[in-house]
T-cell receptor
Framework: SQQGEEDPQALSIQEGENATMNCSYK?????LQWYRQNSGRGLVHLIL?????REKHSGRLRVTLDTSKKSSSLLITASRAADTASYFC???????????FGTGTRLKVLA | SQTIHQWPATLVQPVGSPLSLECTVE??????LYWYRQAAGRGLQLLFY??????ISSEVPQNLSASRPQDRQFILSSKKLLLSDSGFYLC????????????FGQGTRLTVV
């Protein structure tokens, strides 16, 4: 399967804590993106990191990328109940037009 | 920015019936278009993608097919649905040549009974 892997599959934390989720992929990439999906809805883009970047911030989000390990992490700081959702990484594969998603992490933030 | 229209939102179809899901894109031209399927509680599986009119690449042939009759229209079809075709189908538009985000429709939840 070309699908990336994310861990943990599920994560439950208290409001105010930080949430970290990881993504591993299998191919050379142009960029890696993180998306959020609320239950039964379409995906919403959170942040994009290019293959030549190592870290990127956006509000409470921090993304890192290690192309040598083919892995990325998403950190959500000071989590809120509204952050409860599934989070997916997606990679734009070099040399193809494929856009491959990971298996996702289901985050639950308890109020 | 782009807007992806996908319909219907929900669909219940009997086994063996045909399927046609339509996706249209506004706000851009010549996008790359994608069909994904998501099983309950799972990740997104790439089914088809298209880089232009009439150009379809299949990742998971099975009994599904896709067509792109117009630049901003992408259709997912089946002649005879199987129970295993149930799932959440998402259409996405993505500019491959630029480091930009993908835009998603709101999805169609298909239940084959």
């Amino acid at each position: 399967s070309q699908q990336g892997e994310e861990d943990p599959q599920a994560l439950s934390i208290q409001e105010g804590e930080n949430a970290t989720m990881n993504c591993s992929y299998k191919t050379s990439i142009n960029n890696l993106q993180w998306y959020r999906q609320n239950s039964g809805r379409g995906l919403v883009h959170l942040i994009l990191i290019r293959s030549n970047e190592r870290e990127k911030h956006s509000g409470r989000l921090r993304v890192t990328l290690d192309t040598s390990k083919k892995s990325s992490s998403l950190l959500i700081t000071a989590s809120r109940a509204a952050d409860t959702a599934s989070y997916f990484c997606a990679t734009s594969t070099s040399g193809t037009y494929k856009y491959i998603f990971g298996t996702g992490t289901r985050l639950k933030v308890l109020a | 920015s782009q807007t992806i229209h996908q319909w219907p939102a929900t669909l219940v179809q009997p086994v063996g019936s045909p399927l046609s899901l339509e996706c249209t894109v506004e706000g851009t031209s010549n996008p790359n278009l994608y069909w994904y399927r998501q099983a309950a509680g799972r990740g997104l599986q790439l089914l088809f993608y298209s880089v232009g009119i009439g150009q379809i690449s299949s990742e998971v042939p099975q009994n599904l097919s896709a067509s792109r009759p117009q630049d901003r229209q992408f259709i997912l079809s089946s002649k005879k649905l199987l129970l295993s075709d149930s799932g959440f189908y998402l259409c996405a538009s993505f500019w491959y040549t630029q480091n930009t985000e993908a835009f998603f429709g709101q999805g169609t939840r298909l239940t084959v009974v």
